[in-house]
T-cell receptor
Framework: AQSVTQLGSHVSVSEGALVLLRCNYS??????LFWYVQYPNQGLQLLLK??????LVKGINGFEAEFKKSETSFHLTKPSAHMSDAAEYFC???????????FGGGTRLMVKP | KAGVTQTPRYLIKTRGQQVTLSCSPI?????VSWYQQTPGQGLQFLFE???????NKGNFPGRFSGRQFSNSRSEMNVSTLELGDSALYLC?????????????FGQGTRLTVV
């Protein structure tokens, strides 16, 4: 079965610092991986997705993620954190041929002024 | 273009009651999925529908059921509510079925069972 693990349920960075949110996947087949962001009392918004076209994926709001097969990782990064980046971030993988998503436990990002 | 609309946004029910949540997908989208989000269990998949057919079902008891109508709108029903059913229920719509298809989420329905 495919699954994702997010290391660190809480990450705190200073404004302007590098953001690194970790995601490792477990999959017996090439995975399709996603990063979603959730602001308080809101649904999920897609940041970016990996679909095997390129290992470095650029998303919205300056975020990007690199797919590393050798490390089974898909970490999310942003060079410079902004206060508005404070939210919860979820890594997810799809299953089989459907749209069913399996999510990691989430990482709450806090940005200090 | 309107997004995914979930109604109601907030709901308070008593143990033992039943509840129906509604989801209207983005116009033209034929796939609808439902997820339950709780602090303890995180985001868990409930069901997936495409063209009125249930394609996948998560590991939830039979008290949780859903359906999709010919206009792609979907409803989910929870019968005999338990305190543990308190959660944010999220609906996601997709244009089609496929592993790399983007899912667009609604704002969710916050269900509180007292």
């Amino acid at each position: 079965a495919q699954s994702v693990t997010q290391l660190g349920s809480h990450v705190s960075v200073s404004e302007g610092a590098l953001v690194l949110l970790r995601c490792n996947y477990s999959s017996s087949v090439p995975p399709y991986l996603f990063w979603y962001v959730q602001y308080p009392n809101q649904g999920l918004q897609l940041l970016l997705k990996y679909t095997s076209a390129a290992t470095l994926v650029k998303g919205i709001n300056g975020f990007e993620a690199e797919f590393k097969k050798s490390e089974t990782s898909f970490h999310l990064t942003k060079p410079s954190a902004h206060m508005s980046d404070a939210a919860e971030y979820f890594c997810a993988v799809t299953h089989n041929a459907g749209n069913m998503l399996t999510f990691g436990g989430g990482t709450r990002l806090m940005v200090k002024p | 273009k309107a997004g995914v609309t979930q109604t109601p946004r907030y709901l308070i029910k008593t143990r033992g009651q039943q509840v129906t949540l509604s989801c209207s997908p983005i116009s033209g989208h034929r796939s609808v999925s439902w997820y339950q989000q709780t602090p303890g269990q995180g985001l868990q998949f409930l069901f997936e529908y495409f063209s009125e057919t249930q394609r996948n079902k998560g590991n939830f008891p039979g008290r949780f059921s859903g359906r999709q109508f010919s206009n792609s709108r979907s409803e989910m029903n929870v019968s005999t509510l338990e305190l543990g059913d308190s959660a944010l229920y999220l609906c996601a719509s997709s244009l089609k079925v496929g592993m790399n298809t983007e899912a667009f989420f609604g704002q969710g329905t916050r269900l509180t069972v007292v």
